[in-house]
């Protein structure tokens, strides 16, 4: 049980790190406040994975991050 709670986080980890390297790709550099505003968003995991899977374009994450 302990070890499938500890994968379950790995993975949210996982994710959320993955949403943060594109935020940092997509220009927006630790400390700004884009980058800022992305951590609060990417709390939750159902935005992380809308955010790897749907959105294609700087623009659209952007104003994702923005708007959520």
Known sequence: M?????KEEQERAQG??????LVVTDGFLPGTP???RAMEVFRDPYYR???IEDLETLEAR???????
């Open 62 to 68: 952007y104003h994702f991050i923005q708007h959520v």
């Open 16 to 21: 959320a790190k993955a949403c943060m390297q």
């Open 49 to 51: 994975q809308f955010y």
């Open 2 to 6: 302990e070890s499938r709670a500890c």
């Open 34 to 36: 884009v980058w800022l």
